[in-house]
């Protein structure tokens, strides 16, 4: 009797130990990228044709190609970050040269471009771009390698008038929360997810972030005595 006692004991805590094993295993797995998620990366974030790809250790192996070329990526397996990116071999298509994207940012926005710098990112080189109009400055981000548009800012210019609105805004009564989302609504369509209103550079402004049914969101900067919008922000995922 008590020799099977101690069989059946065994045996239970053979399977708790296993069933404990397997929670781990699986918990772990759960937080790995799989094959699918990685096609999925490489598709959106470089516009490639999946070749490859095979999981080694802590990491995905892929092998693609887009217009620039062929490409192996290693990507980490948990957090799906691009740790390396190589190019394998060149299509013969050079990177766009730099007239070429102050072309592609005067299509985006009207004036002059007033600054422009390249970034030597390994992943993504991009240019920094400022075009300066009579009201309003732009910055952008546009990628080297095809003119992707990356992200876009848009500045209010304070004219001698506005900064005077400004000045003496104590005068005047501030614009409601209602009104305001209304105003921001009128540049960019969607719904509001948040509205704050406080102090910058000695301006009291709204701040108002707004996603669309895309999902795309930005934020709208409003002049909270005069209703005027300093700046929009879209957000552009790397």
């Known amino acids: 009797m008590r020799k099977s006692l101690i069989v059946l004991l065994s045996l239970l805590l053979i399977v708790i130990l296993g069933f404990g094993t397997y929670r781990t295993i699986a ?15 490489i598709t959106e974030k470089y516009r490639g ?8 250790g802590e990491s995905y192996v892929a092998q693609f190609q887009n217009e620039s070329g062929i490409y ?34 005067l299509k985006q926005a009207t004036g002059d471009i007033s600054n422009i710098k390249l970034h030597e990112d390994k992943k993504n080189p991009y240019y920094d771009i400022e075009v300066t109009g009579k009201e309003k400055k732009v910055e952008m981000k546009i990628a080297k390698m095809d ?15 506005t900064e005077q609105e400004g000045k003496g805004s104590e005068k005047s009564s501030i614009i409601n929360k209602k009104k305001a989302e209304e105003i921001a609504l009128t540049k960019f369509k969607g719904k509001v997810k948040e509205t704050d209103l406080g102090e910058e550079d000695g301006l009291l402004q709204y701040e108002i972030e707004i996603e669309d049914s895309s999902g795309q969101e930005a934020e709208v900067y409003i002049n909270a005595y005069t209703g005027t919008i300093i700046r929009f ?6």
């Open 27 to 41: 918990s772990k797995d759960e937080k790995h990228y799989s094959q699918h998620d990685v096609k999925g990366l």
């Open 49 to 56: 044709k999946i070749q490859s790809v095979e999981h080694i």
């Open 72 to 105: 192996k990526a290693i990507i980490n397996s948990e957090d799906g970050e691009v740790t390396d990116l190589v190019q394998i071999k060149s299509s013969g298509k050079t990177s766009l040269t730099e007239t070429e994207i102050k072309d592609i940012a």
């Open 147 to 161: 003119g992707e548009l990356l992200s876009k800012e848009e500045y209010k210019l304070e004219t001698n008038e």
């Open 233 to 238: 922000e879209l957000d552009k995922d790397d």
